[in-house]
């Protein structure tokens, strides 16, 4: 008998707890969203097809790197619109991330792994089984550091605008933009061996920088969204004038920029400051210490 009450009890709870089948979902914002999926698939294949000349004399590499760009404006438009209409949900959530990984997470690791077997081919270190090694172990590291980055983020994110004035770590488009950003500078005007070999490493400090706890801001919650001063308004011209002027260093500057501002900010905080108040009182004259045994008005030069 209480056997029965146990199992009763069991199959009880477990129709308790079932999931209710997804009837609702929004169209648009989900639509959106697969679009950043799609652009992320197409710049994975157009990374398989290599250096090659695609449509526009533009090389494959470059087209896979304007492919992932174009899944960062759908990735920026499909949350703002959901939260207009007022359409947020868990499905759009993890739809999100599931998009995510593939055009923020597989295809700039994919297009860095096939950009620099091009480039040690070119230069003759084919036959290095130590670089590819390296050069796979950097793409699997930054693979792994984006998946726990978007899993953390379902885990903590909030559906409420107001709390998405920053992210906790480095956002998977913008460690993205750092290496789409390089490539497509490398590509289109300056296609030096140097900036190649830095990929790697790059891809190495943004996956730690992904995971990391340090607090990035969200660039159109807080810079470009509602009033702000006038100076301001000048300094989004001076941008978008570089921009105009020079396309492919801008993307280096904005992403690379925005990337190491936060970081360097950490560094000073938490390093440089901190030293600043573990001084010795006698080596900083602003921290005299108060002796609290010496007695109320009495001078500290005459007590031995």
Known sequence: MPRFKTEAAKKSLLRRVRRQRLKYIAILPSLITILNGVCGFTAIIFAGKGAKLGIGHFSYFAMSGYMILLAMVADMLDGRLARRVKSTSSFGGQLDSLCDIISFGVAPAFLMVKVLEYALESAGFADESFLQRFIWLAAAVYISCAAIRLARFNVENVEDESAH?????????????????????HQETLPTLVITCTLPFLALGVAVLMVSRIRYPHILNQYLRGKKPFAHFIKVLLILAFVIWSIHAALVLIFCGFAASSFLKWIYYKVIRKKEFLVPAAQHPALIAVDETQPAGQDASKID
Do not use: E, K, R
């Open 165 to 185: 004035m920053s992210f906790i770590g480095l956002p998977t488009p913008a460690a993205a933009g750092v290496i789409v950003s390089l490539i497509i500078f």
